[in-house]
């Protein structure tokens, strides 16, 4: 099976999803002797260690997944199947997941490294504080050097479900600096969510906070901002994820009865390769916001 050929490491921060996330990679036929849990921090020690453990074990690939990721059916074996059809320059590949807070897919939270790549990728590690995204830094040191990597269309699962309120408010204080330019479709998403389910209020709060913010930020989810932000939010924790009933079949149906949000698509209509026509669609809005409904359907009209 080409799952025994993958080194796998959940990067974990104690999510209240670690657990589920391990035994739906166990389920998988992944061997428990190739399914490393770290929690180091900050981020930038975390993906040091991560790729240390990948080139000791010094299988063909390493994949690294965030304990905030719960994944479908056969979706190691798959992203193996993409990476092996790659050339040898490719470092890296991304699956897709289906992001709560975004309201579609985008890549996150799993990276499948070519094993031979990381001594390399070592290196190209910032320091903390250095920049705000240190993988995405480190695959483009390692593009300058020759070395690509893209993102796969294809969904490996869920991403940022039944998180601990103290992440989800660390990780959307994040996003208001991360993401600021898609402030629109954040808040409306969340807006509209928030009646429903009270995660989208602890985002609206945390989004709100990071606006405000002038402090450095890190990726660090011991960092005392997010903590001491947090408490004076009066957020109420959650208790600790009953994972009895949650299993790979669990995840597979999220996945097919997943509806995008209308505000992502607006920003992501090929839904990042998913839906090729959707960029078609993308162009029509972008004529109408800037024409005007009258111009746009004469010039419509001129091509039919």
Not at 64 to 71: E, G, N, S, Y
Not at 149 to 176: A, L, M, S, T
Request: proline residues 4%.
């Amino acid at each position: 099976m080409k799952i025994h050929e993958a080194t796998i490491v959940v990067r974990s921060v104690y999510e209240r999803t670690e657990d589920l996330c391990k035994r739906l990679i166990l389920e998988q036929g992944v061997k428990e002797e190739n399914l490393f849990v770290i929690h180091e921090t900050p981020f930038s020690t975390a993906l040091k260690y991560s790729f240390e453990i990948g080139i000791r074990e010094d299988l063909p690939w390493t994949f690294c997944i965030d304990a905030d990721v719960l994944l479908r059916p056969n979706s190691i074996n798959t992203m193996i199947g993409h990476a092996e059809s790659q050339k040898e320059n490719v470092s890296e590949i991304q699956g897709l997941v289906l992001d709560k807070f975004f309201g579609g897919p985008r890549p996150a939270g799993n990276h499948l490294y070519r094993t031979n790549v990381l001594s390399k990728a070592l290196n190209k590690i910032p320091s903390e504080g250095v920049n705000i995204r240190p993988e995405y830094y480190t695959l483009q040191k390692l593009k300058e050097d020759g070395y690509k990597w893209f993102n796969v269309p294809y969904i490996v699962g869920v991403h940022d479900d039944e998180q601990y309120n103290y992440d989800i408010y660390r990780k959307c204080f994040i996003q208001g600096v991360k993401h600021l330019k898609y402030a629109y479709m954040f808040v409306n998403i969340w807006k509209e969510g928030k009646g429903n389910d009270p995660d989208f209020s602890v985002a609206l709060k945390a989004f709100s906070d990071s606006i405000n913010n002038t402090d450095q930020l890190f990726i660090d989810s011991n960092q005392n901002l997010y903590k001491q932000l947090f408490l004076n939010s009066g957020i109420k924790e959650k208790s600790k994820l009953d994972i009895r009933n949650l299993s790979l079949q669990n995840i597979e149906s999220r996945v097919n009865n997943w509806i995008d949000s209308p505000y992502y698509l607006r920003e992501f209509p090929t839904r990042y390769g998913l839906d090729k026509g959707g960029e078609v669609i993308a162009r029509f809005r972008r004529y109408l916001d800037k024409h005007g409904f009258k111009k746009t359907i004469r010039r419509l009209l001129n091509y039919t």
